[in-house]
């Protein structure tokens, strides 16, 4: 039996930091895990121009304990503004490594996301020009379409034609929740990939809602049912390169989660690894760990992958905090439910 692992060090392929005091709390949980992160830009107000990404670079790394290094890979929110030459600009000096796309309304702070799609054509053709990939929010935003169908809905409706009417354009699915987007993107040999997040592979609908409404198990994509968290479970632990970690590490502090209209998110960073360790040797896949949290995302993204590396060991139970105090209030840990096993040394 396995009981020690030595991997590359991770990276998150999808994680929102933040800005200010919860930054500041929040970033010292990924940096002691991960080498870098694709820096989701859903701040108020969002991250669009060369410009913002560059002082928002600035101010996570301004934010860094002494001691840490972390290396933030920046985005730029897509809008129906967006000028392409300044997205051209911002990833030529090496500045971006993504462009993000919310669909208007999908999700925390996307209210200036798409709605018309023929409107950023132009954009997303010299993206397809210049290899930048596009991160996609796989969620139709029609209020008339069921919550749940809301992901598969998404990839036959924006997702497919808009890869057909841009050939070459680079997608990442985000955060995928379904067997149906498993099915779309291991159908598809190029320019797709998808990033699962830690706690769709724990939870499925029942966790947030039986016995008890449970607002720390909400974010969005919204955990579906459990023939599809064991869609991505096969996925993620399957080797397939196309599958890779992004956490969408999202926190909330409590009293944003616990109103009576909660916020979306649940706030991974400070126990992903472990939990991915568990979930793969559950699933008899401990061998695949390293492709899915330390190779697979630096392929697609064009990257080496990180020189270092860490050991994961299994032993006595892992102690990690319910909640991390911030600035602005306290922020719950995920809770997968069962004991940790496995720590990072
Ligand atoms: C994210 C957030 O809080 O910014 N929330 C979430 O539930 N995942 C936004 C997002 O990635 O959809
Ligand atoms: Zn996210």
């Not at 999202?250 to 126990?271: M, R, V």
């Not at 992958?305 to 050991?311: A, G, Q, R, V, Y």
């Amino acid at each position: 039996m396995i009981q020690s692992l030595s991997i590359r060090r991770p990276d998150d392929w999808h994680l929102h930091l933040r800005d200010g005091a919860m930054l500041a709390a929040v970033l010292p949980h990924s940096a002691r895990h991960f080498a870098r992160a694709i820096v989701m830009p859903n701040l108020v107000p969002p991250v669009v121009t060369g410009v913002d990404a560059r002082a928002y670079r600035n101010r996570i790394l301004a934010a860094l304990p002494e001691g840490m290094t972390f290396t933030p890979l920046m985005t730029l929110y897509l809008t129906e503004e967006t000028d392409p030459e300044d997205v051209a600009a911002a990833h030529a000096n090496g500045l971006i490594s993504a462009v993000k796309l919310y669909p208007a309304g999908a999700t925390t702070n996307s209210a200036s996301g798409v709605r018309d799609f023929d409107k950023v054509r132009p954009v997303l053709e010299r993206m397809a020009v210049i290899g930048l990939p596009l991160c996609v929010h796989g969620e139709v935003t029609d209020p008339a379409v069921d919550i749940f169908d809301r992901e598969a809905m998404f990839i036959d409706r924006v997702l497919d034609p808009l890869r057909r009417a841009t050939p070459g354009l680079r997608v990442v699915m985000e955060h995928v929740t379904t067997s149906d987007a498993v099915a779309y993107v291991s159908a598809h040999e190029r320019d797709l990939a998808a990033t699962i997040t830690t706690h769709h592979l724990v939870i499925n609908r029942n966790h947030i809602l039986a016995g008890g409404i449970r607002p720390h198990y909400y974010c969005l994509p919204v955990a579906k049912r459990e023939e599809h968290r064991l869609a991505l479970r096969l996925a993620a632990t399957s080797g397939d390169a196309r599958f890779f970690l992004g956490t969408d590490s999202a926190p909330h502090t409590d009293p944003l989660k616990q109103g009576a209209c909660g916020c979306a998110g649940c706030f991974t960073a400070p126990n992903t690894l472990s939990i991915l360790a568990h979930v793969f040797e559950e699933e008899g896949a401990l061998n695949n760990l390293e492709g899915f949290t330390s190779l697979h995302g630096p392929a697609f993204y064009g990257l080496p992958p990180n020189e270092t590396h860490i050991t994961l060991t299994k032993g006595a139970p892992v102690a990690y905090p319910a909640k991390i105090k911030t600035g602005d209030g306290p922020v719950t840990v995920f809770d997968p439910g069962f004991a940790l096993h496995w720590r990072v040394t």
